[in-house]
């Protein structure tokens, strides 16, 4: 399983761990990602989605069915159909 989120797309990003002595290697900076599930009232079904928790706070703030419609206008594929 990927380590993306369904609804903004983010993933994991690489950077360089820098130690005391100004080393540098490589390392993977992972999104805080959640596996949730949603009810969305306006089609009336349970949904379990993988998000990061920023587009969780989102969906908080705005709702489930508004966050997705707001996301695929955007153009993102959410795998979900509305």
């Not at 089609?43 to 969906?59: C, E, N, Q």
């Amino acid at each position: 399983m990927s380590r993306v989120c369904q609804l903004t797309g983010k993933k994991p990003i690489v950077g360089n761990h820098v130690s005391h002595s100004n080393r540098k290697t490589k390392r993977r900076f992972l999104p805080n990602l959640l596996k949730k599930r949603f009810y969305i009232p306006e089609l009336d079904k349970w949904v379990t989605l993988k998000v990061s928790s920023s587009a969780l706070r989102s969906i908080n703030k705005l709702g489930v069915y508004a966050f997705i419609k707001k996301q695929e206008s955007k153009g993102i594929d959410t795998g979900i159909k509305l």
